[in-house]
Nanobody, 127 residues
């Protein structure tokens, strides 16, 4: 069973950038479609971005308008989320997740499609 550990969260001013990392152990991240989801206070966890096993396919929630980029380095067993032009509404706990179903091109877009989760990293964007 793969274990996921997120890092890179923190406090940033609106318009700033952060790069989240998700390090996997106990399994090869190349075996999974990977994704990032977030949960703001008082809200349900929502999908943010996903990347296929082979890394050629990505999918993002529409509201991001191109501000975030998901990537993976299978050699380092790590997945990243580059977040630019951050807004206060991006404030949330960000979770890394792994899904082991679907094809090599599969990009899960719903939280229930993921099988393994990290503990989350807090991102706070001040106005």
């Amino acid at each position: 069973q793969v274990q996921l550990v997120e890092s890179g969260g923190g406090l940033v001013q609106a318009g700033g950038s952060l790069r989240l990392s998700c390090a996997a152990s106990g399994g090869a991240v190349s075996s999974y479609a990977m994704g990032w989801c977030r949960q703001a206070p008082g809200k349900e966890r929502e999908f943010v971005a996903s990347i296929s096993r082979i890394g050629l396919d990505t999918f993002y929630v529409d509201s991001l308008n191109g501000r975030f980029t998901i990537s993976r380095d299978n050699a380092k067993n790590t997945v990243f989320l580059q977040m630019n032009s951050l807004k206060p509404e991006d404030t949330a706990v960000y979770y890394c997740a792994a899904g082991n179903s679907g094809t090599a091109w599969y990009t899960p877009t719903a939280t229930y499609e993921y099988d393994y989760w990290g503990q989350g990293t807090q991102v706070t964007v001040s106005s």
